[in-house]
Structure formats: structure tokens, C-alpha cells
Nanobody, 120 residues
């Protein structure tokens, strides 16, 4: 059984920074991509940033230049460095991994989410 564990959320003032981390554990045969999504109250879930096993990245226009995604492949861990945070960044941030577990089916696996609140 595979699991995604997120950490690093919290309350920060506008202009501040936070770093989120997500670790995938369990019997993983292949990990193709990991990313962060967010969902604010009353809004649809949206992609924030994505990184592939080949280190290609993709960002939402709203976070380009402020957020940076990175990974430690050997540890199946992805990080999201968030700088210059704005109140509009307030949301639950969810980690997603596209992977093939040992003896399992390739698919998207989600973490529980971590709350990020940007407020003065």
C-alpha cells in the first residue's frame, strides 16, 4: 500500500514564505510525476505545480515566479517553496503522485492535504 504524507502548511502573513513537503512511501515500482494542487472554499481544485521524473516542471500562471517545485528522487519526496504569499493563495494544498505501485495499477494517488492560510 502506498501513502503520501504532506507537511509544512500553516498560517503566514502576506509576503511571507512557506515550504511544503510530500513524501511517497510504500512499495513503489515507478514514480512518474508528483505535484501540488490546491482547493479553496467554494472553488475548484487547481494545479499549482508539477514535476516529472525527468525534472520537467509546470506551474499555474498565478504562482509563476513565486513558487518553486523540486524533488529528491531517491527519497520519492517533492517540495514546494512558496514565496511572496498572497491572501489568494489560501487553500488546502494537496499532493498528488502518478505512480505504479508494486503489484498494483498505475494511477494518481493523493495525500490528505495541508492547510495554508495567508492573512495578517
Amino acid at each position: 500500500q502506498v501513502q503520501l504524507v504532506e507537511s509544512g502548511g500553516g498560517l503566514v502573513q502576506p509576503g511571507g514564505s512557506l515550504r511544503l513537503s510530500c513524501a511517497a512511501s510504500g512499495s513503489i515500482f515507478s514514480l512518474y510525476a508528483m505535484g501540488w494542487y490546491r482547493q479553496a472554499p467554494g472553488k475548484q481544485r487547481e494545479l499549482v505545480a508539477l514535476i516529472t521524473s525527468g525534472d520537467s516542471t509546470n506551474y499555474a500562471d498565478s504562482v509563476k515566479g513565486r513558487f518553486a517545485i523540486s524533488r529528491v528522487g531517491a527519497k520519492n519526496t517533492v517540495f514546494l517553496q512558496m514565496n511572496s504569499l498572497k491572501p489568494d493563495d489560501t487553500a488546502v494544498y494537496l499532493c498528488k503522485a502518478t505512480m505504479l505501485p508494486v503489484g498494483g495499477v498505475r494511477g494518481d494517488y493523493w495525500g490528505q492535504g495541508t492547510q495554508v492560510t495567508v492573512s495578517s
